[in-house]
Nanobody, 128 residues
Framework: EVQLVESGGGLVQAGGSLRLSCAAS????????IGWFRQAPGNEREGHSY???????????YYEESVKGRFTLSSDDVKNTAYLQMNSLKPEDTAVYYC??????????????????WGRGTQVTVSS
């Protein structure tokens, strides 16, 4: 059974940091790109907002401009886990954060629906 399970969310003060994990199972992790998305409260109609992607083959990265310099993607092939390190968090970063997987290591897909597997999300709340 294919699973992506996010963890590491929580409540943090503005300026703080969190590291989210995306644990994968049921597929060959190092042949995929892992995308990260978020959905802010009340933005359900806008859908999932793309954050960036990492190739699990060689670690190539892509970030959306809005998070460059604050968010860092990484992955660990041994643990079959991808990570999203978030620093200098702002209240507007409050959202449910998701990871998704697509079977093309260099597919920087910004549309949630282009992915093959999806996690259920972890809540991040940043207080001011």
């Amino acid at each position: 059974e294919v699973q992506l399970v996010e963890s590491g969310g929580g409540l943090v003060q503005a300026g703080g940091s969190l590291r989210l994990s995306c644990a994968a199972s049921g597929f060959t992790f190092d042949d995929y790109a892992i995308g990260w998305f978020r959905q802010a409260p009340g933005n359900e109609r806008e859908g999932h907002s793309y954050i960036g992607s990492i190739s699990t083959t060689d670690g190539m990265l892509y970030y959306e401009e809005s998070v460059k310099g604050r968010f860092t993607l990484s992955s660990d092939d041994v643990k079959n886990t991808a990570y999203l390190q978030m620093n200098s968090l702002k209240p507007e970063d409050t959202a449910v954060y998701y990871c998704a997987a697509i079977g093309d290591s260099y597919a920087w897909k910004q549309d949630w629906n282009d992915y093959e597997y999806w996690g259920r999300g972890t809540q991040v709340t940043v207080s001011s």
